[in-house]
C-alpha cells in the first residue's frame, strides 16, 4: 500500500515539476496571472469593506464572519484546483487520442486525467490565502476546539466532493467526448459559494445545498466553526461525499468499459 502511494507521489510531484517548467518559461505571462489573482482578492475585501460601512451584518453575519466564508470558499476551491486542474482538459485528452495510452500506461487512467496537470500558480496563491485565513481566525472571539475539528473535517469533505464531481466529469467525457463545457458551468456555480448561502432567496438556498450542494462545500466548514451548523446537517454532509465518492467511480468505470478510443 505504501508503495503504491510512493508511486503516486512520486508521479504527481513529477508532473508538478513539468507543469512548473512549461509556465517559468512564460514568466511575464505567469507573473500577470499571479498579480490578477492577488488583485481579485484586493479587490473582494475592499468591497466587502464599503458593504459594511453601509449595514451592520450580512444575513447575520459580521466583517469577520462574513471574511471567514470567504477565505474558506478560496481554501477549499484552490486545494481542489491545485489537485484535480487535469480534469480541465479531459476532453482535448480523449478527442486527441491521449486517453489511448493512458489506458496502458502502468497507473491508473483516472489518476492521470484528473490529477496529472498541476498549476504551480495555485500553490504560490494559495500561501497567501492560508496566512489571511490566520488572521481571520485571530479576530474571531476564542473557541472550543471540536469546532476547528469540525471545521478541518468538514473542509476534507468538502474537497472530496468536489471529487466526486471532477471525476464525474471526466467520466463524462470519456463517455461523450464532448460536454467540454460540464466542468466550466460547475465553476460558474462554485463562484456563488463565496457568501454564506444564508445571503440568498430561500429556494436558492436549497438548491445550492441539497441539488448542487456547493454550501456542503464552502459554507458547512465556515458554519460550524462558528456554532450554527447542527449535527445533522453534519451528518448529512459526511454521507453525500460517503455516497458521492463511491458512485462517480462506479460511473467512471462504466463509461471507461463503453470507451471505444477516438480512431474508432
Known sequence: MLSVLDKYRRIWLRTASMAMQAQLTYRLGSFGFLLGKMIRLFFFFAFMAAVFQHVETVAGYSLVETALFFMTFNLVDMTAQILFRGVYGARRTVSEGDFDFYLVQPCSPLFRMTCSSVDFLDIITIIPV???????????????????????????????????????????????????????????????????????????????????????????????????????????????????????????????????SSSS
Open 130 to 260: 492560508i496566512v489571511m485565513t490566520g488572521m481571520v481566525f485571530a479576530r474571531l472571539p476564542p473557541l472550543g476546539w471540536e469546532r476547528y475539528a469540525a471545521y478541518g473535517l468538514l473542509m476534507l469533505n468538502g474537497v472530496g466532493l468536489i471529487y466526486a464531481i471532477h471525476v464525474l466529469v471526466a467520466a463524462l467525457a470519456v463517455r461523450t467526448q464532448e460536454l467540454e463545457s460540464a466542468i466550466w458551468i460547475y465553476r460558474d456555480v462554485m463562484f456563488m459559494g463565496k457568501f454564506p448561502v444564508d445571503v440568498y432567496a430561500p429556494a436558492v438556498r436549497w438548491a445550492l445545498t441539497i441539488g448542487i450542494p456547493i454550501a456542503v462545500m464552502t459554507t458547512f466548514p465556515a458554519k460550524a466553526l462558528l456554532g450554527r451548523l447542527s449535527a445533522l446537517w453534519i451528518v448529512y454532509a459526511l454521507a453525500l461525499t460517503a455516497a458521492a465518492l463511491p458512485l462517480s467511480w462506479l460511473f467512471w468505470k462504466d463509461s471507461v468499459a463503453r470507451y471505444t
